[in-house]
């Protein structure tokens, strides 16, 4: 996978969730792109592209909510260290933390919030061996 695509109608707000409370470090500061504004930031495995709503334009999704990125998951070594920096920042936990009942042994422990822009965000642990 090369990256993610992020669409955001609060384009600085989102770059701050995902830089300062995420942790994501910065491959190319934002910068204009045709009628938009662009960001790209490292998630480890793949890249992050952050980009604004088409200046001007209605942030909704054309297709509607059902379609487009359910959420997004990173790989964090403890919850409790993420618990505390999103209490920092002053970020909700939408759900969690909890092991959901999916039946594996090896189910790490999670947790969601919601990103400025609407995108659901997964912390979880490793898996257990």
């Known amino acids: 996978m090369h990256s993610i695509a992020i669409q955001t109608d609060c384009f600085d707000r989102s770059y701050w969730f995902y830089t300062e ?8 500061e934002p910068f204009p792109f045709k009628t ?20 001007g334009a209605d942030a909704a999704m054309p297709l509607g909510p059902a379609n487009g990125i359910d959420h997004v998951a990173f790989v964090v070594e ?12 002053g970020i909700a936990i939408a759900k969690g933390p909890l092991v959901p009942p999916s039946g594996d042994p090896r189910q790490p422990e999670i947790l969601f919030v919601e990103a400025p822009e609407g995108t659901e965000v997964q912390f979880r642990e490793p898996e257990r061996p």
Not at 36 to 55: C, F, Q
Not at 78 to 89: G, P
Request: glycine share 4%; charged share 25%.
């Open 21 to 28: 409370v995420v942790g994501l470090a910065k491959v190319r």
């Open 36 to 55: 938009r504004t662009l960001a790209w930031l490292d998630a480890g495995v793949a890249l992050i592209e952050l980009y604004s709503t088409k200046h």
């Open 78 to 89: 403890r919850l409790d260290e993420v618990i505390a920096v999103l209490e920092v920042h």
